[in-house]
């Protein structure tokens, strides 16, 4: 019972804090990322990332696609 109290007691002091999870993941030319979802239903769900276009938007490769204009958003954080 001690253990479970002070479990609860951590939970909300955590709760309390508001704290947000922030992506610090710097992405660099010719990695592979994993897709949230394929940009069709024939395509891979990977990207290769070939040259970032602008801040957080990828000019990117996917096999059996082509080539597709991703941005930060659209692949594993």
Known sequence: ???????VAKAESVKSTD???????TYNRDSWVKLNKPV?????????????????VWVSWVPEYGEVILD???FYC
């Open 19 to 25: 704290w947000s999870p922030v992506c610090h993941i």
């Open 1 to 7: 019972m001690v253990v479970k109290s002070v479990s």
């Open 40 to 56: 069709s239903e024939y395509s891979q769900s990977e990207a290769l990332l070939l040259c970032e276009e602008s801040a957080g």
């Open 72 to 74: 930060k958003s659209d």
